[in-house]
């Protein structure tokens, strides 16, 4: 099956904005076995119209992004109607839909949103739960082409509920293949590769796939033989042990805040270089408020002393970036929180402030339970957003072992 | 001038990893006023030569990402060779490059990296700074094709230092086009067009972009005519006022530093709902040490209560998402900071708790100054991330108002 991708966007063009909807897209249906043979990315309005006539000559699904939308520059559906000859009908459910999202926020919906509720004649369309304008899935001789709104949370939803499982209930029947996916902390991409493909690769093995981010890798393998993969699952939890953090796609935070429920212990968190971002992300999963009551982020030296009760001459002799000065960070927000763990944070993000001893990159933190308080020392990356994540990761994978272990 | 871009590899159709050429590029030539008309991926291996034989058919400047390595999948530079009918030379110096940085490392090149000293006839080599694979500058009649290598810092390297300067010196004689920004807060994407784009289609402007984010709109105006972007500009600031809160790009987090820096004013945040996300966003900042020292995340009432000397009565009385409670939050975290402002946010981020006097979405912000205090009521998203994005810009926005103001 040829699949192509046609993201629409000037502001991709124009740089923007980052084509996330590509990656997204390829992850899912590499899940099942499929890979993207071709993308393009082309600017809102007519440029459309070219590449998916190219596409329409190649390709057995098209995926289109964007050009959904209210606005003039938004034609996606209009060209791919004209395209396939098709003519536009309205779609009184699409419309009610539209009026009520509008009616929830007290508005009228405007003219040019009627525009939304027209589909090319036999179109499947998707209702948009976060967002106004549908989705389209139109069967065209052997093709089938798949028009998803553009903003990622609109895409997303309508994707995962509603397109893909069309597509696998209707065009991709036959592969019955299975993933597994392992989220490692701590370890490079080529040092991960290295150490884990022969061995998977022994196996009989042959689709194994790496997708890396800062300091850690997703691992990922697809077989339509099961015990290929229950075999996979021992030798990669050999290799790396309590460096994984997830199975499946499940994020750090998401982990944390199941297993301190699970285990009903409270969290808290004291910040110095990552500013509020664990906060920020416990706070992002629902039901933290469980686990989570006290944060702060004491980004000051006065704020240390003041809401931490942080020694001043902890911060004077040792500094605000040093083993000290996080333990008591650490123990200061255990106390005040009366918390079952807090992580304390401190390291230069940079890009200033770095120096030979200290370069940028250099980050502390300490754990404080009633029983122990236990510290690491990283050198992350020098850019500063990578450098919060980075931080960020760490501290909570220092709650999920600690979690873990009771 | 229509300049196109193909990038190759199959890890980005994977969705292993992200295309960030695209908009490295795209900003650098903005930059001159220039666009990319159209971009493509391909995986590694024989499909480039459909992309650059179509590419060839249109484009004027055609830049090529990757393929350029020494394994059997990188062919990019012998495909351009054949379609263009040049012959491949070897050229000694880089050869020697090639051996020198081998060298260093106490290796010896394989055989197949002399495929990478073989350049067609006639082209222009950029030498690889951070890698192997020199880059390649190729006149083809009208046309120039630029073939980059496909790792991120052989190819920024290579840009900045050698291919921009070349294009800018003999390509890129005059900048034609000239971009306006202005991102606006708290409207949606189709009631901002039906107010601006007639206006703006009166003064001749055509090349009208919008890009929506949650409760924001990027409008984007490109012309040649500078005398129209002056007249788009007052339009604009003159439609919505206020609701202007950057030009350009830069980011809300980014302003308000900026304009605290400038005012030599301390920020302070208290937040419930949005978990520490407003201080995550101002510590992205670079310098933002310097306007924040103090962040409180007070999830639960207890913390409210201990730490920002919220009175019970007032959470028992009006709850804790309240003018009351948020006022009392923004006040303690001022009187304990000593901030010059202080915001606080609390809200019903969902997707539970929500009731029909307070669904999910409510969200109340108060800011508290020496002199005054003020608050606001939004219904926001009922997506938990959206939510604490759409509260974080609110927060951030009656800082940067207040800044404004002085």
Same mark, same amino acid.
């Given at each position: 099956m040829k699949i192509e991708v046609i993201n629409t966007g000037t502001e991709i063009l124009l740089g923007h904005v980052t084509n996330t909807h590509l990656g997204y897209l390829a992850k899912?249906?590499? #899940?099942?076995?499929?890979?993207?043979?071709?993308?393009?990315?082309?600017?809102?309005?007519?440029?459309?119209?070219?590449?998916?006539?190219? #596409?329409?000559?190649?390709?057995?699904? =098209?995926?289109?992004?964007?050009?959904?939308?209210?606005?003039?520059?938004?034609?996606?559906?209009? =060209?791919?109607?004209?395209?396939?000859d098709k003519p536009l009908q309205f779609i009184p459910e699409i419309w009610n839909h539209i009026v009520e999202r509008f009616k929830r926020r007290e508005k009228i919906p405007a003219d040019n949103n009627k525009r939304q509720a027209m589909i090319p004649e036999g179109a499947i369309y998707f209702q948009n739960e976060n967002g106004t304008a549908p989705g389209l899935l139109i069967p065209y001789n052997h093709q089938i082409l798949v028009l998803l709104p553009g903003p990622?949370?609109?895409?997303?939803?309508?994707?995962?509920?509603? &397109?893909?499982?069309?597509?696998?209930?209707?065009?991709?029947?036959?592969t019955e293949i299975v993933q597994?996916?392992?989220?490692?902390?701590?370890?490079?991409?080529?040092?991960?590769?290295?150490?884990?493909?022969?061995?998977?690769?022994?196996?009989?093995?042959?689709?194994?796939?790496?997708?890396?981010?800062?300091?850690? /890798?997703?691992?990922?393998?697809?077989? $339509?033989?099961? #015990?290929?993969?229950?075999?996979?699952?021992?030798?990669?939890?050999?290799?790396?042990?309590? &460096?994984?953090?997830?199975?499946?796609?499940?994020?750090?935070?998401?982990? /944390? /805040?199941?297993?301190?429920?699970?285990?009903?212990?409270?969290?808290?968190?004291?910040?110095?270089?990552?500013?509020?971002?664990?906060?920020?992300?416990?706070?992002?999963?629902?039901?933290?408020?469980?686990?989570?009551?006290?944060?702060?982020?004491?980004?000051?030296?006065?704020?240390?002393?003041?809401?931490?009760? /942080?020694?001043?001459?902890?911060?004077?002799?040792?500094?605000?970036? $040093?083993?000290e000065t996080v333990l008591a960070m650490a123990q200061g927000a255990l106390d005040e929180s009366h918390a079952d763990i807090a992580v304390a944070v401190s390291g230069i993000a940079g890009p200033t402030e770095g120096n030979a001893e200290r370069p940028v990159g250099t980050c502390w933190i300490a754990w404080a339970t009633k029983d122990r308080t236990w510290t690491e020392n990283y050198l992350l990356s020098q850019n500063r957003e990578t450098f919060k994540m980075m931080a960020s990761q760490q501290a909570l994978d220092g709650i999920r072992q600690w979690l873990s272990s009771l």
């Open positions: 899912e249906l590499f #899940s099942i076995g499929h890979r993207i043979e071709r993308q393009i990315t082309v600017p809102d309005g007519e440029a459309i119209r070219q590449a998916l006539s190219e #596409s329409l000559n190649r390709a057995d699904l =098209i995926l289109i992004t964007g050009g959904l939308g209210p606005t003039s520059d938004d034609i996606t559906r209009e =060209i791919t109607a004209e395209l396939l990622p949370r609109e895409l997303t939803l309508m994707w995962e509920k509603q &397109a893909f499982p069309w597509l696998k209930q209707n065009l991709f029947k036959s597994k996916q392992w989220r490692i902390l701590g370890i490079g991409e080529s040092d991960l590769e290295r150490e884990i493909e022969p061995k998977l690769r022994a196996i009989g093995l042959t689709e194994i796939g790496y997708c890396a981010r800062a300091g850690e /890798v997703d691992l990922r393998v697809i077989s $339509s033989n099961r #015990s290929h993969l229950d075999q996979a699952h021992q030798i990669v939890t050999k290799t790396f042990g309590k &460096a994984i953090y997830s199975l499946g796609n499940q994020s750090m935070e998401a982990i /944390v /805040v199941e297993l301190a429920q699970r285990q009903n212990r409270k969290i808290a968190t004291a910040e110095s270089c990552t500013g509020g971002l664990i906060a920020h992300r416990l706070t992002l999963v629902s039901g933290s408020s469980s686990v989570f009551e006290y944060g702060w982020v004491t980004y000051a030296n006065a704020a240390k002393i003041k809401e931490l009760k /942080v020694p001043s001459e902890t911060l004077n002799q040792f500094g605000a970036v $040093s083993r």
